[in-house]
């Protein structure tokens, strides 16, 4: 027989999905329990929760019962023969998508006992899932309280293994910082709230988020999520948000990161002895200053009690503060950030078998500055030059979801979501008569005095300010239960609109830009721009030229879908998930005309297994397989089909005038005779039925996951998890017009009678076909293998191997231990390239040429050999709490790019991006690593008894060891006889030291 405390754990340990892996179906929102009972007549269980949802199921003859899609709440849990209750769980709290068992002994057996008192938690104690076959990280509320972390999505997921802060460049509309997942481009993530996709619809660079206090959980996933979801080949982060209870609750909470409390950053300096000495300050950071204040409150509660519930959120986040521009922007700009946030959520129980979700969410960055000069040579800051721009991007999200019990088998949901998000900007008026001068580090010094000119034209480009985007989601999800088998279809469809969208260049319609080469080498090959020697005033070099930029447009992305699953019990101690999605994909250019048309089946195959092995839910090992297609976001049309602009006239020049304008101009010849641009962008928008390959496919990426989850003890489980990813195909423009027109030559065509474009979006490390426009008004078809271009074959691979050892809180104390090694190798990073901060989305500088990808293959721009993750928190006294998240990384590669070959030469017109290295070949990562980063981030809070412990102060410090690393150098290195004065330079270093210091209080 078997004693209470043993049955108290052995209920326990198998009670609920595991804190830190296990999910039946990616970025859901709702919960399920399950469990056993002794079968007998007239036996069933009632599930009673906090939000007045009361369900009611039978036990099946195999003694099991299952109660899917429950809102994430706390339950009571009752097991009831013919009408009588004959044992109670209470306190079950669900974790989102999740299986929570919750079993029940023989009750007439002699060793049944009443275990009614028991607290099943999905936060207090390590379980098992054996009822799930991927992998995830759900942080919950309770967590976040806990924890000393930033105050983003973005933040809070990178507690997930693999998941690696992005490049500091790239931020998302509101301003935040992105995440890459396992190797993937920053762009290839999906964002949801209460289950509506709220990724940007415009680049996929980050989402929509909640107000950091109105989260519930957060999902994050990278990869191995079912057939239901999509869209993604990087991570999901997926944030559901608190709702209104039977108990009225309330609480507000005010931050400061005070000036003080925040240590110096790190001047960046030169690398090398070009244009000053090694050591020089090239931007001074050390007199930056910044200070935060954030205030948040949040009410919730019944207005009528069982049936309606409402929760709402606010929090108002002010920053303030000043940053120096590197020498060649020698401005001082005071600037000050707002970002309010709200939530607001309405759940009706229209009966025991219907429910009603509606949400709103609203978030809105702005920022507005001034601007005055700054002197380096004397370290002074003067006059005031101008005004800042002003930017305002406002997103709104509604989002209603209907959740249909029809029968104890039979579960029907349907979500419909839409969001707006509106880019307003108001560029400053700087008062100067002149185009934007950039590099005037650059200008001849034997023309300037030794002194760069610059006019204070501090107006570069210019973002429309009506620019807006829509974006609807439509799901609608039919789960029906028979027998060993749960199976689940549905649709998912989304609509997104990017109208007025582009960017022109302000001041005089143009830039001028000053540079350095080598005298006696073309500054471009193709297209051709002679040799700076050639004219007066470029004997040593120094050249400029005015650049052209335009790309307004309005278009429009249509996304289908549809899935079908089983996750088949086959027997007590196996589950096979088993599942497959279609996925479709159409984009618009701004005629309303597709230009690329992706509408055959995209099947995507998602296959998993659960085998828990000795069938007591104590050792589980698991794996799945999947496809995942992504599908283009709305701005790849900007650069592919909707005529943009680029640009560059060169000119040498005899003198320098004092408002920093070049004198004497020469220009230089040219294949056009005037400006040129390297990807063909004139301005004419080009036929939409010769934009994109014709036999071109979607991106998609293969996944494999092994993994095996073991409970020690009552309060440890242990797990190990291998990953492999492939990129099996990408997109992207292709450039080398000449390679198709000598294809077109081979394959018979009349080369004088067809029209050969610029640049074409394509499947690149693939055999192409391309439509020609030709003098009858038809099209002629040439197809261009992979050979006819001299590419190598796409490749990005990820493998990565991840142990963990886990003890969630139990009162006292919880901890996570988390080392990953991985290896993110290939030519191609995805759709963005980090390396050099590219991030137009499907146009990168990579596949433009085959000279450009000669040499490529090495460690890619995400690729993070080591990462250490701990995480916890201890209760060293009643009233008291410490806690800390310390990541240990090693550093990300360093490459060196300059120009074509042992002779420095520049043949596809793109200076020094080449894979050579002073004539040398070099790899992707050749140039060895970034240094090791150790992050220290400690907390600390006091939550008085004398206050019910209602209250709460705390402080918190990030980067406590103060450690400043460079994180990512310049790759670009210019030639030999002319090195690039950035090459080697510093790009950003590690955020400082700072503290946060708040205020609590919940009721």
């Known amino acids: 027989m078997s004693s209470l405390p043993a049955l108290r754990r052995t209920l326990l340990c198998a009670a609920v999905a595991a ?105 207090t104690l390590p379980k098992i899932d054996v009822a799930t076959v991927a992998s995830s990280t759900v942080i919950t509320s309770t967590d976040l309280a806990r924890l000393p972390l930033q105050r983003s999505a973005e933040a809070v997921a990178l507690l997930a293994p693999g998941a690696s802060p992005g490049y500091s460049g790239f931020k998302n509309a509101f301003g935040g910082s992105l995440v890459s997942f396992a190797g993937s481009a920053v762009s290839e993530n999906a964002y949801y709230i209460n289950g509506m996709n709220t990724t940007d619809p415009l680049s996929g660079f980050g989402g929509v988020t909640l107000p950091y206090g109105a989260i519930d959980q957060q999902e994050i996933l990278s990869g191995g999520y079912s057939a239901m979801y999509g869209r993604s080949d990087g991570g999901v982060i997926s944030q559901v948000g608190k709702r209104g209870t039977n108990e009225w609750h309330f609480g507000a909470q005010v931050l400061w990161e005070p000036d003080f409390a925040r240590a110096s950053a790190r001047n960046i ?90 949400t709103g969410v609203n978030q809105t960055h702005r920022s507005n500055g001034n601007k005055y000069n700054y002197d380096y040579d004397t370290n002074t800051i003067g006059d005031y030059a101008s005004e800042d721009s002003t930017y305002k991007t406002k997103a709104m999200v509604y989002v209603a979801k209907f959740t249909s019990y029809i029968t104890d088998d039979l579960t029907l949901t349907a979500l419909y979501g839409k969001s707006k998000l509106t880019y307003y900007n108001e560029p400053p008026d700087t008062g100067v008569t002149g185009p934007f001068i950039g590099n005037v580090s650059q200008q001849n010094p034997a023309l300037n005095g030794g002194t760069p000119i610059n006019n204070g034209q501090t107006l570069d480009t210019i973002d429309n300010p009506d620019h807006e985007s829509t974006n609807r989601n439509l799901r609608v999800d039919l789960n029906y239960k028979i027998g060993s088998h749960s199976i689940t279809a549905g649709i998912d469809n989304q609509d997104s609109k990017d109208i007025d969208d582009g960017t022109t260049i302000g001041g005089d319609g143009y830039e001028l830009w000053y540079a350095k080469g080598d005298p006696n080498l073309n500054i471009s090959d193709s297209p051709f721009v002679d040799k700076p020697a050639n004219y007066p005033g470029g004997a040593t070099g120094y050249y400029g030229y005015y650049r052209h930029y335009n790309t307004l447009a309005s278009v429009r992305v249509k996304q289908r879908a549809q899935y079908i699953m089983d996750d088949w019990q086959v027997n007590d101690r196996v589950l096979l998930s088993l599942g497959i999605r279609n996925d479709q ?110 036999n071109i496919k979607s991106e998609y990426q293969d996944e494999f996951i092994l993994g095996a989850d073991k409970q020690i003890n009552a309060n440890w489980v242990a797990g190990v998890k291998a990953t492999a990813r492939k990129l099996r195909n990408a997109l992207d423009d292709v450039c080398d017009n000449g390679a198709i027109s000598r294809a077109a030559i081979a394959q018979g065509a009349d080369i004088d009678a067809v029209t050969v ?134 550093g990300l590669p360093k490459s060196c790019l300059g120009r074509y070959g042992a002779n420095e030469s520049d043949p596809s017109g793109y200076g020094s991006y080449y894979h050579f290295c002073f004539g040398v070949p070099s790899a992707y990562g050749a140039k060895g690593r970034e240094p090791w980063e150790e992050l220290v981030d400690v907390s600390t809070e006091y939550r008085p008894l004398w206050a019910d412990k209602k209250l709460a102060f705390s402080v918190s410090v990030f980067n406590i060891l103060n450690q400043q690393r460079s994180q990512r150098t310049n790759p670009v290195s210019g030639s030999t006889n002319s090195v690039n004065d950035g090459y080697q330079q510093v790009i950003g270093y590690t955020q400082p030291r700072y503290a946060r210091f708040g205020i609590t209080y919940d009721f």
């Not at 068992?101 to 007439?108: G, H, I, N, P, R």
């Not at 922007?329 to 309405?346: E, V």
Request: hydrophobic share 30%.
């Open 269 to 358: 300096t030169y690398g090398h002895d070009n244009p000053a000495p090694p050591g020089t300050i090239n931007q001074r950071n050390d007199r930056n200053h910044e200070w935060t204040s954030t205030i948040s409150a949040y009410a919730g509660g019944p207005l009528i009690k069982d049936k309606l519930y409402a929760f709402a959120a606010v929090e108002m986040e002010r920053t303030q503060g000043n940053s120096l521009g590197d020498v060649n922007h020698s401005y001082d700009t005071k600037y000050t950030y707002k970002d309010p946030k709200w939530y607001g959520k309405l759940d009706w129980n229209i009966n025991d078998n219907n429910i009603l979700e509606l």
């Open 19 to 123: 804190t830190f892996s296990g999910l039946a179906y990616g970025q859901a929102t709702t919960g399920r329990i399950t469990g056993s009972a002794p079968a007998s007549a007239g036996e069933t269980v009632l599930i009673e929760g906090s939000n007045g949802l009361t369900r009611e199921v039978a036990v099946d003859s195999r003694g099991r019962y299952t109660a899917e899609s429950l809102p994430l709440a706390t339950y009571k849990v009752t097991l009831r023969a013919n009408g009588q209750a004959v044992d109670t769980r209470d306190n079950v709290t669900l974790r989102v998508g999740a299986a929570t068992d919750v079993s029940f002994a023989d009750a007439s057996s002699s060793n049944a006992q009443d275990l009614s008192a028991v607290t099943v938690s999905a936060s």
């Open 585 to 694: 994909f159409t984009n618009y250019n701004p005629s309303g005309q597709p230009y690329l048309k992706l509408t055959k089946p995209q099947w995507a195959p998602r296959l998993g297994a659960s085998w828990d092995v000795y069938g007591d839910s104590s050792l589980k090992v698991y794996g799945n397989a999947g496809r995942y297609f992504l599908a283009m976001p709305a701005s790849v049309a900007l650069r592919t089909s909707a005529g943009s602009l680029a640009t560059n006239e060169y000119f040498t020049y005899t003198g320098i005038g004092a408002d920093g304008l070049p004198t004497g101009v020469n220009f230089i010849k040219s294949a056009t005779g005037g400006a040129v641009s390297p990807n063909g962008e004139y301005g004419q928008p080009p036929d939409p039925k010769t934009v994109s390959a014709k």
């Open 757 to 890: 474009g610029s640049c074409y979006l394509s499947n690149p490390g693939r055999a192409n076909v391309y439509s020609l426009a030709n003098a009858n008004g038809g099209y002629t078809d040439v197809t261009v293998t992979n050979a006819d271009f001299g590419f190598p074959h796409l490749k990005r691979n990820y493998y990565g191997l991840d142990l963990y050892l886990s003890h969630p809180f139990d009162g006292v104390w919880s901890g996570k231990v988390d080392y990953l090694w991985s290896h993110s190798y290939g030519n191609t990073e995805g759709q963005v390239r980090s390396d050099v901060g590219q991030g137009s989305v499907a146009a990168s500088r990579d596949w433009d040429y085959a000279t450009l990808m000669n040499y490529a293959n090495g460690d890619l721009g995400n690729d993070r050999k080591h990462q250490l993750k701990l995480y916890g928190s201890y209760q060293i006294a009643p009233e008291w709490l410490i806690s800390a998240n310390i990541l240990i990384q090693s």
